[in-house]
C-alpha cells in the first residue's frame, strides 16, 4: 500500500517570502500522480498543482512549484512570494495513474502561517 | 454547475442513532468517494465508487454503509453512531477524460456524536 509522510506538522513564513514544504511517499508503482491540496479556513480543498510522475520537468502554476525527485519520492511545494491569502493546511496527496482516481492517499497535512 | 454539495453542513447526533450523509454531483463524474478528516490524520478513504451498482471499501470502512443507485448521488449512512465517528465528512467525485487526475471535493460536513 502506498503512504505518504509530510514531516512538517506547522510551518510558518513572512509575508513575501518563500517557504517550501516536505512531502515523501513510499510506491512500488512506476507510473503515478502527485498532488498538493490546500484547506482554508472555510474548509475546503482546493487543488493546487499537480504532478505526473511520468514527466521529469516540475509543475509550476504561478507562485506555486514543486521539485520532484523520483528515485527519492520526494515532492516538495515551494510557494514563493508568500501572501496572507496562503495560510491554510497544506496537503500532500497520491494516486495511481491507472484506475485510481477514485482514491487518494493523503499525508497528515502542514499547517501554514503567513505573517504580515 | 454546483460542482459537489453535501448535505448538512452540521449534524449532532447521539450515540447509537442513525442517519444519511448525502452527497451529489452535477458533472456526470463515474467516480465518487468518502473520506473523514480527523485532527493530525489527513484524510482518510471510506468507501468509494467507480460507477453506478459499484462500490468499494477503503482504508476506514467500518460502521458506514454506502449505495450508489445514480451516478449524481453517492449517500453515506451511518446505522449507529459511534463518538469514534466525530469527524469532518468529505465528498469527492472524479471524471474519465482529459482530467482524469483531480478529484473535486464538496465543501464538507462536520458531524459530532455525542
Known amino acids: 500500500a502506498q503512504t505518504v509522510t509530510q514531516s512538517q506538522p506547522e510551518m510558518s513564513v513572512q509575508e513575501a517570502e518563500t517557504v517550501t514544504l516536505s512531502c515523501t511517499y513510499d510506491?512500488?508503482?512506476?507510473?503515478?500522480?502527485l498532488f498538493w491540496y490546500k484547506q482554508p479556513p472555510s474548509r475546503q480543498m482546493i487543488l493546487v498543482i499537480r504532478?505526473?510522475?511520468?514527466?521529469?520537468q516540475n509543475a509550476t502554476e504561478n507562485r506555486f512549484s514543486v521539485n520532484f525527485q523520483k528515485a527519492a519520492k520526494s515532492f516538495s511545494l515551494k510557494i514563493s512570494d508568500s501572501q496572507l491569502g496562503d495560510a491554510a493546511m497544506y496537503f500532500c496527496?497520491?494516486?495511481?495513474?491507472?484506475?485510481?482516481?477514485?482514491?487518494?492517499?493523503f499525508g497528515k497535512g502542514t499547517k501554514l502561517t503567513v505573517n504580515p | 454547475n454546483a460542482g459537489v454539495t453535501q448535505t448538512p453542513k452540521f449534524q449532532v447526533l447521539k450515540t447509537g442513532q442513525s442517519m444519511t450523509l448525502q452527497c451529489a454531483q452535477d458533472?456526470?463524474?463515474?467516480?465518487m468517494s468518502w473520506y473523514r478528516q480527523d485532527p493530525g490524520m489527513g484524510l482518510r478513504l471510506i468507501h468509494y465508487?467507480?460507477?453506478?451498482?459499484?462500490?468499494d471499501q477503503g482504508e476506514v470502512p467500518n460502521g458506514y454503509n454506502v449505495s450508489r443507485s445514480t451516478t449524481e448521488d453517492f449517500p453515506l449512512r451511518l446505522l449507529s453512531a459511534a463518538p469514534s465517528q466525530t469527524s469532518v465528512y468529505f465528498c469527492?467525485?472524479?471524471?474519465?477524460?482529459?482530467?482524469?487526475?483531480?478529484?473535486?471535493f464538496g465543501p464538507g460536513t462536520r458531524l459530532t456524536v455525542t
Open positions: 469527492a467525485s472524479s471524471g474519465t477524460g482529459a482530467h482524469t487526475y483531480e478529484q473535486y
Open positions: 510506491t512500488s508503482e512506476s507510473d503515478y500522480y
Open positions: 504532478q505526473e510522475a511520468y514527466k521529469q
Open positions: 496527496a497520491y494516486r495511481s495513474r491507472w484506475g485510481g482516481s477514485e482514491k487518494l492517499v
Open positions: 458533472m456526470n463524474h463515474e467516480y
Open positions: 465508487s467507480v460507477g453506478a451498482g459499484i462500490t
